[in-house]
């Protein structure tokens, strides 16, 4: 029995995957202990624990596969775990996970049965989807009608800086621009977003390179600015 916290085996199969660089060691590591968790779970010790241990698990090496461009994979996980899903709650939020796992590989019509699936559990889904297909007019609308009717900051955050992408690919330059200036000013800063402004400035100025380190020393002058992890790629420098 090993006696080091899970929490810990966790963490430290993530950490060091992550400092050598090797995404499919840390994924190989994950499976190994997905096979710890169901060897528990088959012997009867502590059942509804590990259960969760696994779900837990689960989550974690899908994120990791997405972060190594395997999205095949983390669909068909997600989809294995959605199944196993005991709750209507819990088979929503995993409906809604595979949903944007088929969006980002391009499968829509995979991520449109998802989504009526999902129904109204998740309201980025339905206009992400219309998003990818090309109808950023409707998306417009679409991302207004959830800002307004969702306040909760982790939805409108995503909303606006969705809203100005679509704006963007309309024409609407200067909406675009004002929104995620705005968000700059409020300190929700992240790498998509100044990678958004850098590309604006690249489609609308002879100066786009000194607007840049503008947005550079802008960022950076806002407090935490030096921990936001950012680097010359985040502006396209």
């Known amino acids: 029995e090993c006696i080091i916290p899970w929490r810990l085996r966790l963490l430290a199969t993530r950490l060091q995957a ?3 660089g090797d995404r499919k060691r840390g ?48 669909r068909g996980l997600l989809e294995s775990l959605s199944k196993a899903a005991e709750g209507e709650e819990e088979r929503k939020v995993l409906g809604g996970a595979i949903a944007m796992v088929a969006i980002r590989m391009g499968d829509l019509d995979m991520a449109r049965r998802w989504v ?7 309201g980025m889904l339905e206009p ?4 990818a297909s ?3 007019e409707t998306a417009v609308t679409q991302w207004r009608h959830l800002i307004a009717s969702d306040p909760k900051p982790e939805i409108t955050l995503l909303a606006r800086q969705n809203l100005a ?17 705005t968000l700059i000013t409020e300190n929700h800063i992240n790498s998509a977003l100044t990678f958004n402004l850098a590309t604006i400035y690249e489609l609308t100025s002879d100066r786009a390179g000194d607007k840049k380190m503008e947005l550079v020393e802008r960022v950076m ?6 921990e936001l992890g950012l680097g010359r790629g985040d502006f396209k420098l």
């Open 27 to 74: 994924v190989q590591g994950l499976y190994d202990l997905a096979f710890y968790a169901r060897a528990r779970v088959r012997e009867g010790r502590d059942t509804a624990l590990w259960k969760e241990r696994l779900e837990e698990l689960g989550v974690v090496t899908v994120n990791a596969l997405v972060e190594m461009g395997d999205l095949a994979g983390a």
């Open 18 to 20: 992550l400092g050598s």
């Open 128 to 131: 992400l989807l219309i998003m």
């Open 134 to 136: 090309g109808d950023y």
């Open 165 to 181: 992408v679509c704006l963007l690919y309309i024409g609407r330059v200067d909406e675009a621009t004002e929104i995620l200036n």
């Open 221 to 226: 002058a806002i407090d935490g600015g030096t």
């Open 116 to 122: 009526e699936g999902v129904g109204g559990a998740n």
